[in-house]
Nanobody, 122 residues
């Protein structure tokens, strides 16, 4: 599956963004999906994940209540809605596809998008 992330940009603290990840290739609906982020000098971390149907989600503690992951299998797209952005949310955000839901380590994800940069100014 090929993944294309978009929607990043420069936002003031307290603002909102919606990231999108469009998939093509192998059947999108079969794949649990995740959004990772990587800030300069830091490891890539999983911030949100969603199972194939959208019925189960996972959020890192640092983003609970501010981030919402969703998917539209008819459009082969997964979204990450971000509210109340903070400067510490500044990072490159990646979407990725895993073979099973619930995995948090990047090495368990088989396919990756190219990343989209989110910069939050204070």
């Amino acid at each position: 599956v090929q993944l294309q992330a978009s929607g990043g940009g420069l936002v003031q603290a307290g603002g909102s963004l919606r990231l999108s990840c469009a998939a093509s290739g192998r059947t999108f609906s079969r794949w649990p999906m995740g959004w990772f982020r990587q800030a300069p000098g830091k490891e890539r971390e999983l911030v949100a994940a969603i199972n194939w149907s959208g019925g189960s989600t996972y959020y890192a503690d640092s983003v609970k209540g501010r981030f919402t992951i969703s998917r539209d299998n008819a459009k082969s797209t997964v979204y990450l809605q971000i509210h109340s952005l903070k400067p510490e949310d500044t990072a490159v955000y990646y979407c990725a596809a895993a073979s099973r839901f619930g995995v948090v380590v990047a090495t368990e994800y088989s396919y990756w998008g190219q990343g989209t940069l989110v910069t939050v100014s204070s």
